[in-house]
């Protein structure tokens, strides 16, 4: 069993952006690295602690390439095409089938209707 540490014990009372006031001097101090400002109070409620959120590294995010499948839907069953194309999926008129990312056929429980390319 994990015990508790007093850190995450501590209750967040308040937050405030670098501009509200109460958090002016620390904007000063951070600069633009500055996110925010917090309240915490220890498990007692008798200590407040004052921290501060700063932005130490800013990377681009590169998207992963989604692997597209192609799952098989009856013709008789709209209901399941209407949540296929609601979830993002297309029709493949040559192929007849419909082509969906992967992680969506699983998600929708259609890996059983997976067909091979």
């Not at 850190?7 to 000063?28: E, Q, Y």
Request: glycine residues 6%; contains cysteine.
């Amino acid at each position: 069993m994990k015990m508790k540490t007093e850190r995450t014990t501590h209750r967040v009372v308040k937050t405030l952006a670098p501009t509200d006031r109460g958090a002016i001097d620390l904007a000063r101090q951070y600069g633009a690295a500055l996110v925010c400002v917090r309240h915490r109070t220890d498990a007692k409620g008798k200590v407040r602690h004052t921290t501060v959120e700063l932005v130490v590294r800013s990377t681009p995010i590169h998207p992963r390439t989604l692997k597209m499948v192609l799952v098989k839907v009856g013709p008789h069953e709209r209901a399941l095409q209407a949540i296929v194309v609601a979830a993002g999926g297309s029709w493949d008129g040559t192929r007849r089938l419909w082509r969906l990312p992967s992680r969506v056929a699983s998600i929708l429980s259609l890996r059983d209707r997976i067909i091979a390319a």
